[in-house]
């Protein structure tokens, strides 16, 4: 019978440590597939098959290959990510093994450009594994950041940018539109649930310079994070408080969350005090802090709110700064992690002292019209995980 052509599989092998290619050159049938090469840095490899053994560096352009046969040994979740975030299917690799480690992801990098968005994204994943921390150069500034967190150090990787730095923008760009408030105007900025600093340093460095930067954050792992970043960037005119802010002075338990420092929260009482996770923190209220450092409340003029759950408590404690006309407010708005009584108190104290706000998913889709602060109340049935609002005088 005559035999059929066809177009062939090209199998490039990548090996670590283990021989366990050996076997799958065993089972390859060589009328539909062709392993071109195996892929051994350390030349640990001992081919008795003719299979070319090269180095990395010797590795033509990656789609080039159909299929990649990974043989690793530690990281094997991290990997799958980045394979997802490169757009590369998964019918494109086959891990002999389930994990990966350092190694295998500084190989990954070798196919793409230093600075394009994917060679950052490898970068970023290849250095933090075992490291504590790492540094990363934004357009919207320098920052440390905790090696484990995958939301904001993951973001700022990629995008080069400072996180949440549209919303900063359209925060002080709707500030002078509905307040009149000019970006050469000094005074105060507030931050409350700073974490790492990415919102007012960014704030402080390139829109509103003049003004001087109150950053609030309990967890002293972050705070530790927050000072550092402030000195990477060469800010002076600051206060940082290492407090959670409520509606007084007393004590919280609250989650540290590696994977995302940025969302961790008081604890409502259904974590064990025992929890490794949980740390003691101190809070004051916005009140007491203004009278305690002589603060005039006309004199903050931006005011950002993300503390996961926790604005009701804020908003409770910060009577002097809700009864200033010309004071903006930007607010996170979460009901995925905020009881829906805890969202009423924030709408009842909202309607209080505000008309209108602005729910920023709308803003950003193209719906700009300011809504009557009545519906904040209905708000988390159209956004039931998580928004942000501009709130109007």
């Not at 081919?47 to 789609?63: G, H, T, Y």
């Not at 002999?96 to 490898?122: C, H, M, P, W």
């Not at 990629?158 to 005074?187: C, N, P, V």
């Not at 105060?188 to 003049?210: E, H, M, Q, R, S």
């Amino acid at each position: 019978m005559k035999k059929i052509n066809t177009i062939k599989t090209r199998i490039l092998i990548f090996e670590t440590l283990t021989p366990a290619y050996q076997d799958l050159i065993a089972s390859v049938n060589e009328d539909y597939f062709e392993i071109v090469a195996i892929v051994d840095n350390e030349s640990a490899v001992t081919n008795s098959a003719d299979i070319p053994v090269v180095s990395f560096e010797q590795v033509p352009d990656f789609s080039f290959w159909d299929l990649l046969v990974i043989n690793d040994k530690a990281f094997g979740n991290s990997i799958r990510k980045i394979l997802s975030m490169l757009h590369i299917p998964e019918e494109r690799y086959v891990f002999l093994q389930k994990s990966i480690d350092r190694d295998e992801i500084a190989f990954y990098r070798t196919f793409f450009e230093a600075d394009s968005k994917n060679g950052r994204v490898l970068d970023y994943f290849c250095r933090k594994i075992g490291e504590n921390y790492l540094a990363v150069t934004t357009k919207g500034g320098d920052y440390i950041t905790h090696a484990s967190d995958s939301v904001i150090s993951e973001s700022m990787f990629r995008k080069r940018e400072s996180y949440s730095q549209d919303e900063i923008d359209m925060f002080i760009y709707l500030a002078k539109q509905y307040y009149g408030t000019s970006r050469e105007e000094k005074g105060f900025f507030f931050d409350i649930g700073a974490n790492i600093g990415t919102t007012c340093i960014y704030a402080k460095k390139y829109l509103v310079p003049n003004m001087s930067i109150v950053a609030f954050e309990p967890l002293y792992k972050n705070y530790k994070l927050l000072l550092a970043n402030i000195i990477l960037n060469d800010i002076t005119d600051y206060i940082a408080v290492n407090k959670a802010v409520s509606e007084t002075s007393g004590s919280y338990k609250m989650h540290f969350v590696a994977a995302n420092p940025g969302g961790s929260s008081i604890v409502s009482g259904k974590k064990e005090d025992g929890d490794s996770d949980l740390q003691s923190v101190e809070s004051l209220s916005v009140d007491e802090f203004l009278l305690q450092n002589h603060i005039a409340p006309a004199d903050v003029r931006y005011v950002w709110i993300d503390t996961e759950g926790f604005e009701a408590n804020v908003l409770k404690g910060a009577k002097m700064l809700l009864e200033q006309e010309k004071t903006a407010f930007y607010m996170e708005y979460a009901p995925l992690i905020t009881d829906v009584e805890q969202l009423t108190v924030v709408a009842d104290i909202c309607s209080r002292h505000f008309r209108q706000f602005i729910c920023m998913d709308d803003f950003f889709a193209g719906d700009t019209q300011p809504r009557p602060i009545e519906e904040l109340y209905e708000l988390y049935k159209r956004y039931p995980v998580v928004t942000n609002v501009f709130l109007i005088k």
